[in-house]
T-cell receptor, first 117, second 113 residues
């Protein structure tokens, strides 16, 4: 199957610090990955599209300088929350479409719970 | 731009009863449609998907969904729910051009004994 992992699964940090979240496609290559944010009891909101070899594309209202995305290889995308504040506390989920046998079906990581104190 | 509406925020069903979750979408072309389930604090698990072909789609865990183009709907059904089906359910529509997904607000399913 197609597996997407995220690391860490949860993180607690102090306000003002930066946090990096990794998203890896374990058994397929992903030139595109997506980052979502989910607040408690709410739906997933697409934050940005991560593109291997080029800049990420951000959705309207998402601060590019605050949420830095780097698609370092065909299997790794990272999201860095810079100068984190309590309002950034959320569940961050990544996904990647598998353009091979799965007809572009997206596979989701297990999510990263960020708590900013 | 695509969008999804899940009219029911919360549904409570008795164990063994049938379940139907509603989903309406808006998209200019033939959509890719998905149903996902999320347990508390967990990621998303794909229940089923529709890309083309047969409008009645079978998924995992005994779920099925029917694509009705005329009603712009993709409702999820299960004939007999189990206590383990208690979770959050999301309907999503995908663009055929850039693979982005738009999610509905979700429906929380509670199963009572």
């Amino acid at each position: 199957g197609a597996v997407v992992s995220q690391h860490p699964s949860w993180v607690i940090c102090k306000s003002g610090t930066s946090v990096k979240i990794e998203c890896r496609s374990l058994d397929f290559q992903a030139t595109t990955m997506f980052w979502y944010r989910q607040f408690p009891k709410q739906s997933l909101m697409l934050m940005a599209t991560s593109n291997e070899g080029s800049k990420a594309t951000y959705e309207q209202g998402v601060e590019k300088d605050k949420f830095l995305i780097n698609h370092a290889s065909l299997t790794l995308s990272t999201l860095t929350v810079t100068s984190a504040h309590p309002e950034d506390s959320s569940f961050y989920i990544c996904s990647a479409p598998n353009r091979g046998q799965y007809n572009n079906e997206q596979f989701f990581g297990p999510g990263t719970r960020l708590t900013v104190l | 731009a695509q969008s999804v509406t899940q009219p029911d925020i919360h549904i409570t069903v008795s164990e063994g009863a049938s379940l139907e979750l509603r989903c309406n979408y808006s998209y200019g072309a033939t959509p890719y449609l998905f149903w996902y389930v999320q347990s508390p604090g967990q990621g998303l698990q794909l229940l089923l998907k529709y890309f083309s072909g047969d409008t009645l789609v079978q998924g995992i865990k005994g779920f099925e969904a029917e694509f009705k183009r005329s009603q712009s709907s993709f409702n999820l059904r299960k004939p007999s729910v189990h206590w383990s089906d208690a979770a959050e359910y999301f309907c999503a529509v995908g663009a055929t051009s850039d693979y982005k997904l738009s999610f509905g607000a979700g429906t929380t399913v509670t199963v009572r004994a």
